[in-house]
T-cell receptor, first 115, second 109 residues
């Protein structure tokens, strides 16, 4: 079974530029998560989708971050414009969505550096 | 507020046993997860406990005490490849994971 796919793996941009990340979850997984992980910290949930609907986006900085999951499968996360403090690893995870306490499976992440 | 506490760093010797502790405070509780994260890689699932007691899975075991808000991950017969960060995460009443900052485990030969 293929795991969670993410691209790109690395991205370097200058502040005020825009960037987009892509995620394809495990086949059949209804729930998709985007996390931000700053070095030395645990993951911070940015947004959670159940199929193509948003379950939780309370920690998403909506003035600059946006995310969509139009067909309930893959998802994109965009930052526009980027700030220096956005430098982090952006992790996508998915879970089956069949019960509340599902295990989340993570993709390899995208390491973003903002200069 | 919701909070997870775990040690920042631990050091152990190859072949030995190490216990990584985690205490949690959450609004409601729907289980405790442990993940392993090697440097530069994604977290990988290790264990899930929702009932009190010890769950054993090969060299790794995880323990939970709901009344104490406490869990530990026990790693036996340590190998160099076990050098990684170990993340504790508690699931609250809304089924959201509250993550700790991780414990960096250094294994010395």
């Amino acid at each position: 079974e293929a795991g969670v796919a993410q691209s790109p793996r690395y991205k370097i941009i200058e502040k005020r530029q825009s960037v987009a990340f892509w995620c394809n979850p495990i086949s059949g997984h209804a729930t998709l998560y985007w996390y931000q992980q700053i070095l030395g910290q645990g993951p911070k949930l940015l947004i959670q989708f159940q199929n193509n609907g948003v379950v939780d986006d309370s920690q998403l900085p909506k003035d600059r971050f946006s995310a969509e999951r139009l067909k309930g499968v893959d998802s994109t996360l965009k930052i526009q414009p980027a700030k220096l403090e956005d430098s982090a690893v952006y992790l996508c995870a998915s879970s089956s969505g069949t019960s509340g306490a599902d295990t989340q499976y993570f993709g390899p992440g995208t390491r973003l550096t903002v200069l | 507020g919701q909070n997870i506490d775990q040690p920042t760093e631990m050091t152990a010797t190859e072949g030995a046993i190490v216990q990584i502790n985690c205490t949690y405070q959450t609004s409601g509780f729907n289980g405790l997860f442990w993940y392993q994260q090697h440097a530069g890689e994604a977290p990988t699932f290790l264990s899930y406990n929702v009932l009190d007691g010890l769950e054993e899975k090969g060299r790794f075991s995880s323990f939970l005490s709901r009344s104490k808000g406490y869990s530990y991950l026990l790693l036996k017969e340590l190998q160099m490849k076990d050098s990684a960060s170990y993340l504790c995460a508690a699931m609250d009443s809304n089924y959201q994971l509250i993550w700790g900052a991780g414990t960096k485990l250094i294994i010395k030969p």
